[in-house]
Every structure is written in structure tokens, then in C-alpha cells.
């Protein structure tokens, strides 16, 4: 690729994941270059900047932003700072990249997605777990209407860690900077993940958000504050073309970390979906599979029929599915939609990008989930403005 420009890249933010899905997805790219570098902390700013060989470093975003031969504007910052920074970097025509939740709420949400799109810009958002191997394939069955007309979809997404109760608070934990608990770190990867596979959009939501741990001693000072996210967020969904949802999102799940699946069941077929296993599904799909399925089960004297073991075979992710990661080719895969942002910007779009639309559409139903958990009521969707 001798004749392609050179892409000059800006991280605002070099934390964990620009160091661990970014800067490794820059990296797999041709005549990419990532140049300058803002943190406002100064050892992860010398640090992230030697790594990147990136020369030009700084703690104010706007210097970055205001780069005139930067190209691109990838944001690795927090939730509050995304609007803000992406929006200085479209009034500076960069395309821009940034991470989930794309905003605090809808509308900043909106504001930055119509502003890239009046300015013609390409839009990135870090709705890594579309890649999975076996999300690629689940997207591909519920979409192609394998499994008939959708009836039911159960997501759960949970990240409880050790000594949960006594976590201490820090600024990442508040509302004011994160947006929300796990319903703003997990719900837009799931209520990504769903819109994506079934193609539609969820029109109501009916939500019980709680804090479970209500005061917790600040990191450094360990006075005491009041915590104002939630620790779990569970709520019911509409969806668009009749089927419906359940999705839970979590911190408080005790004695366990990372939980990722996902039920779908529809009337040809249903699949079961499960990030630890990111190279199969388990699925039954057409009338055949459906019967046999049914029939699993066995009948014991004391306790009757009870399930005798899961009953929907395994299905192994074909490979072009595991190839489609960004480096898997070459044996090093990337969990990192930057390669695919790449390719936009130089006019080969991968319809697997997330993009700010996709970013806006998912704050929209978490808007409506914090709305309808506050006043204990169905939402519509289209309502939150
Ligand atoms: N897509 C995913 O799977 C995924 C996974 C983890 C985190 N994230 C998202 O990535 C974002 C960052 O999370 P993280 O885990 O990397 O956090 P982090 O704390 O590891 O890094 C964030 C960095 O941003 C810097 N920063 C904060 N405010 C700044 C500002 N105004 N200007 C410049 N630098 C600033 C901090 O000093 C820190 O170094 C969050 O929005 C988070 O939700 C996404």
C-alpha cells in the first residue's frame, strides 16, 4: 500500500483501553501514524507516548484537536469528556472515534452525531463485542431470518469484582462524570448488540435500576460519599418488530466476574449465545432440530421429567467469521473496530463499524431506562428527546 496517504492520529486519553484495543488496532494498520498524545495524567501521557512514539504530547485537548495535519481524533476519555472533545474535533473537521457510552445523555448524544454528519465526517464507536466471533454468527442467523419471527430476547451483561461491598468511590463512579453504573459501562454494548442482530429498535422499556451500596469512602481521602449510580439495572424492552426483551446489567454479582450471554428464540429456531465461548453458538434451528430438541429431557422416579443437559447442539463459528477480527489473519487478534474506522475514512466502509448513529441510538434507550426506573412507569422510547 505504498501510494496511500499517511493517517495522522490524536488519542485524547491513555488509559487501559486506548493501550489495550486502540493503540494495538492503529498498529495493524498501514500508513497510520498515531502523532500526538493528551492526557491529563503526566506519567500515563510519557508512558503512552513512548510506547506510540508519539512526539507531540499534551494536557489540554484542545491543542490537540486544533492540530491542523491531524486527521483523526480517537477519544479514550471518560463519558462526560466525550461530547465535548468530539464535538471540538468536528468543528476542526477530524473524523472521529469514540468510545462507549458515546455521550451522558441523548441528546449531546445527537448533537455530536448530527454535527459529524453535516461536516461529512466518518464516525467510530467502540462497540468491540460486535466482533466476537459467535455474535458475527448470532447476527448472522437472526438476521438473515433464520430463526423466524423473533418472539423473545434475554441479554445479560455482568462485571461483579472482588470486595464489590467495600469498593472504594472514586470519581469514575458517579454520575456526573460515568453517566450511571453498569447500565452506562455494559447496557450500550448490549443494546448494541441487539439492535444490530435483530435490525430493529427497542420502542419501550419498563426498568428497575437499584443501589445496593449506598455510601462508600472516597479513594485517597476515605471520607465518606454518597454513591448516586446503580449497582444493577435490570429492564423489560418492546422491540420494534413485536419480540421481547430482558436485559440485566450488573456489578453485584456476587462471587462471579465477567457474564456476557445472550437467549434468542424465534418461531423457526433459537440460539444461545455466550462470551466465554467465543467460537460457537449453541442452536436449533428449523423444524426438525425444533422437534428433536423439544425432546430432550429424561424421566426419573423421584423427580419426574427435568432437563437431562443442554439441549441445543453446538454450533462451531465458521471461519470467516473468526477472520473478519482485525489481525486474526496474521495470528494476533485485535478486539478493535480502528482498523474498520481506517478503512472508512479511506472509503471502504465495513458494514460491521459502529458508528456515533449507532452510538446515539443506544443512549436514547438509556435515557428511557433511567427515566422509567425513576418514575417506576413504561417509557417510550421515541418520548426521550
Ligand atoms: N469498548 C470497550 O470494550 C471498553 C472497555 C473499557 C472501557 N471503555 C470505555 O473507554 C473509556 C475510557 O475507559 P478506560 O478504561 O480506558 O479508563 P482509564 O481510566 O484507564 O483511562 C482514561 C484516561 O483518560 C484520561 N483523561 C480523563 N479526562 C481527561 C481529559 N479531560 N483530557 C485528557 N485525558 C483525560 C485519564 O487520565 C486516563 O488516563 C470509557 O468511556 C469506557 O467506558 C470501553
Given at each position: 500500500?505504498?501510494?496511500?496517504?499517511?493517517?495522522?492520529?490524536?488519542?485524547?486519553?491513555?488509559g487501559g483501553?486506548?493501550?489495550?484495543?486502540?493503540?494495538?488496532?492503529?498498529?495493524?494498520?498501514?500508513?497510520?501514524?498515531?502523532?500526538?498524545?493528551?492526557?491529563?495524567?503526566?506519567?500515563?501521557?510519557?508512558?503512552?507516548?513512548?510506547?506510540?512514539?508519539?512526539?507531540?504530547?499534551?494536557?489540554?485537548?484542545?491543542?490537540?484537536?486544533?492540530?491542523?495535519?491531524?486527521?483523526?481524533?480517537?477519544i479514550?476519555?471518560?463519558?462526560?469528556?466525550?461530547?465535548?472533545?468530539a464535538?471540538?474535533?468536528?468543528a476542526?473537521?477530524?473524523?472521529?472515534?469514540?468510545?462507549?457510552?458515546?455521550?451522558?445523555?441523548?441528546?449531546?448524544a445527537?448533537?455530536?452525531?448530527?454535527?459529524?454528519?453535516a461536516?461529512?465526517?466518518?464516525?467510530?464507536?467502540?462497540?468491540?463485542?460486535?466482533?466476537?466471533?459467535?455474535?458475527?454468527?448470532a447476527h448472522?442467523?437472526?438476521?438473515?431470518?433464520?430463526l423466524?419471527?423473533?418472539?423473545?430476547?434475554?441479554?445479560?451483561?455482568?462485571?461483579?469484582?472482588?470486595?464489590?461491598?467495600?469498593?472504594?468511590?472514586?470519581?469514575?463512579a458517579?454520575?456526573?462524570?460515568?453517566?450511571?453504573?453498569?447500565?452506562?459501562?455494559?447496557?450500550?454494548?448490549?443494546?448494541?448488540?441487539?439492535r444490530?442482530w435483530?435490525?430493529t429498535?427497542?420502542?419501550?422499556?419498563?426498568?428497575?435500576?437499584?443501589?445496593?451500596?449506598?455510601k462508600?469512602?472516597?479513594?485517597?481521602?476515605?471520607?465518606?460519599?454518597?454513591v448516586?449510580?446503580?449497582?444493577?439495572?435490570?429492564f423489560?424492552?418492546?422491540?420494534?418488530?413485536?419480540a421481547?426483551?430482558?436485559?440485566?446489567?450488573?456489578?453485584?454479582?456476587?462471587?462471579?466476574?465477567?457474564?456476557?450471554?445472550?437467549?434468542?428464540?424465534?418461531s423457526?429456531?433459537?440460539?444461545?449465545?455466550?462470551?466465554a465461548?467465543?467460537?460457537e453458538?449453541?442452536?436449533?434451528?428449523?423444524?426438525?432440530?425444533?422437534?428433536?430438541c423439544?425432546?430432550?429431557?429424561?424421566?426419573?422416579?423421584?423427580?419426574?421429567?427435568?432437563?437431562?443437559?443442554?439441549?441445543y447442539?453446538?454450533?462451531?463459528?465458521?471461519?470467516?467469521?473468526?477472520?473478519?477480527?482485525?489481525?486474526?489473519?496474521?495470528?494476533?487478534?485485535?478486539?478493535?473496530?480502528?482498523?474498520?474506522f481506517?478503512?472508512?475514512?479511506?472509503?471502504?466502509?465495513?458494514?460491521l463499524l459502529?458508528?456515533?448513529?449507532?452510538?446515539?441510538?443506544?443512549q436514547?434507550?438509556?435515557?428511557?431506562?433511567?427515566?422509567?426506573?425513576?418514575?417506576?412507569?413504561?417509557?417510550?422510547?421515541?418520548?426521550?428527546?
Amino acid at each position: 500500500m505504498a501510494d496511500q496517504a499517511m493517517l495522522r492520529v490524536g488519542i485524547v486519553g491513555a488509559g487501559g483501553i486506548a493501550r489495550g484495543q486502540h493503540i494495538p488496532g492503529y498498529r495493524l494498520c498501514d500508513a497510520v501514524e498515531v502523532v500526538a498524545l493528551c492526557d491529563v495524567d503526566e506519567t500515563a501521557l510519557r508512558e503512552v507516548g513512548e510506547m506510540v512514539g508519539a512526539t507531540r504530547l499534551t494536557s489540554d485537548y484542545e491543542a490537540l484537536v486544533g492540530m491542523d495535519d491531524l486527521d483523526v481524533v480517537d477519544i479514550c476519555t471518560y463519558p462526560n469528556t466525550h461530547h465535548p472533545i468530539a464535538m471540538a474535533a468536528i468543528a476542526q473537521s477530524k473524523h472521529v472515534f469514540c468510545e462507549k457510552p458515546l455521550a451522558l445523555t441523548y441528546p449531546l448524544a445527537r448533537e455530536m452525531t448530527e454535527a459529524a454528519e453535516a461536516a461529512g465526517l466518518v464516525t467510530g464507536v467502540g462497540f468491540t463485542h460486535r466482533l466476537t466471533p459467535a455474535a458475527q454468527l448470532a447476527h448472522h442467523l437472526v438476521s438473515s431470518g433464520a430463526l423466524g419471527e423473533l418472539y423473545q430476547v434475554v441479554a445479560v451483561y455482568s462485571m461483579g469484582h472482588a470486595g464489590f461491598l467495600h469498593r472504594p468511590m472514586r470519581e469514575r463512579a458517579t454520575r456526573a462524570v460515568t453517566g450511571g453504573g453498569p447500565l452506562f459501562e455494559l447496557g450500550p454494548h448490549m443494546v448494541d448488540m441487539i439492535r444490530w442482530w435483530t435490525g430493529t429498535e427497542i420502542s419501550a422499556v419498563c426498568a428497575q435500576n437499584r443501589t445496593f451500596v449506598r455510601k462508600r469512602r472516597w479513594i485517597g481521602t476515605g471520607e465518606w460519599a454518597d454513591v448516586d449510580i446503580e449497582d444493577a439495572s435490570t429492564f423489560l424492552a418492546d422491540l420494534d418488530d413485536g419480540a421481547m426483551a430482558v436485559f440485566s446489567h450488573s456489578s453485584a454479582v456476587t462471587g462471579r466476574n465477567f457474564d456476557q450471554r445472550v437467549e434468542v428464540y424465534g418461531s423457526r429456531g433459537a440460539l444461545l449465545y455466550d462470551q466465554a465461548r467465543p467460537y460457537e453458538l449453541r442452536a436449533c434451528i428449523g423444524e426438525e432440530m425444533v422437534e428433536l430438541c423439544s425432546g430432550y429431557g429424561l424421566y426419573d422416579p423421584l423427580w419426574g421429567l427435568y432437563r437431562q443437559e443442554e439441549p441445543y447442539p453446538v454450533l462451531p463459528v465458521p471461519r470467516r467469521f473468526v477472520d473478519t477480527v482485525p489481525g486474526a489473519q496474521e495470528g494476533r487478534p485485535v478486539r478493535s473496530f480502528v482498523p474498520a474506522f481506517v478503512d472508512s475514512i479511506r472509503g471502504a466502509p465495513s458494514p460491521l463499524l459502529p458508528t456515533f448513529c449507532d452510538g446515539m441510538q443506544a443512549q436514547q434507550v438509556l435515557d428511557a431506562v433511567l427515566l422509567s426506573a425513576a418514575e417506576r412507569r413504561w417509557v417510550d422510547v421515541s418520548s426521550v428527546s
